[in-house]
């Protein structure tokens, strides 16, 4: 009885490195970058660089995946003769990605279909991605994988160093951490993400420096919980202060099973504006 086929299909907010993406054969459902007058979809027709270079003018909006693109993916992987698909989403408590797929794939009923939700943004979801195809690779089923992947993500932690707030105020996805914000001090914030998916703020300090030093000193607390996890860093139109942030954590966790770097998406990029650091601690099985 030959292995049987399953595929992979994920958003773009999960960041995944492009590189592995196409490694792996990863199914990507594009989000919306919406203008006043042109929709874009992301990282397909329009890069992080782009939406950088126009804040100024316009910041746009952001929107789910196309329905009948998605719809057609489902199709593809179903006349290409997989038999069970793992979609895995950013946070449905931060974007509508996550229900939009189950119920576009609900619809279909040309293939099984899996859920998960990596109750996290950008890399600390795309390393969970990365986690699946790789576990997938070494001929695990599906039950193991999704066990693997939620204990995975229950132990994982993201940290979000951002230069400004206005593009989370400006997007209404600053939420709790907004709340817990100083109104007049000037506090930059560590932000991550809770159990339940939706941003909290988990630490303040003065000025970018040393809201950057905390977020990694966070990073490097959780890591140290954990036998076994993987480093995952994340910038927005900062990649010399993300290199340099990288290299300060190899140096400080040896023991790393692995190191991934990557940009934010564009449709992220909205969101967090420029300057963005994120450090995401993968917890893996030995």
Do not use: W
């Not at 009923?109 to 109750?119: A, C, E």
């Not at 790789?134 to 160093?161: H, P, Q």
């Not at 790393?256 to 909205?270: G, H, K, M, N, R």
Request: hydrophobic share 40%; proline share 3%.
């Amino acid at each position: 009885m030959g292995k049987k086929k399953i595929a992979i299909l994920a958003d773009s907010g999960t960041d995944i490195p492009s590189g592995f993406t196409r490694e792996h054969a990863i199914f990507i459902a594009p989000l919306k970058i919406i203008y006043k007058d042109r929709e874009y979809e992301d990282r397909v027709d329009i890069t992080p660089q782009e939406i950088y270079d126009n804040l100024a003018k316009e910041v746009p909006r952001t929107s789910l995946p196309d329905s009948h693109h998605t719809s057609g993916l489902l199709r593809r992987m179903a006349e290409e003769g997989y038999e069970d698909v793992l979609i895995i989403t950013i946070s449905s408590g931060l974007s509508g990605t996550h229900n939009q797929l189950r119920v576009l794939a609900e619809e279909s009923g040309s293939i099984r279909f899996h859920m998960v939700d990596t109750k996290n943004i950008g890399i600390g979801a795309g390393l969970q991605v990365m986690l699946a195809a790789r576990l997938l690779g070494d001929g695990k089923d599906i039950k193991e994988v999704l066990d693997r992947l939620d204990a995975s993500i229950k132990a994982s932690k993201t940290y979000f160093c951002l230069d400004t707030l206005e593009y989370l105020v400006k997007g209404g996805r600053i939420g709790r951490a907004q709340a817990l914000m100083g109104s007049v001090l000037k506090l930059r914030p560590v932000i991550s993400c809770n159990a339940e998916g939706v941003y909290e703020t988990v630490a303040k300090a003065r000025g970018n420096t040393q809201a950057l030093e905390k977020t990694i000193a966070m990073a490097v607390s959780t890591a140290g919980q954990h036998e076994s996890f993987a480093i995952g860093v994340t910038h927005g139109n900062a990649e010399t202060k993300a290199t340099a942030v990288m290299e300060e954590l190899k140096q400080k966790l040896p023991d790393c099973q692995q190191f991934i770097s990557t940009d934010v998406s564009p449709a992220l990029s909205v969101h967090t504006g420029p300057g963005l650091i994120g450090i995401s601690v993968q917890a893996l099985q030995k």
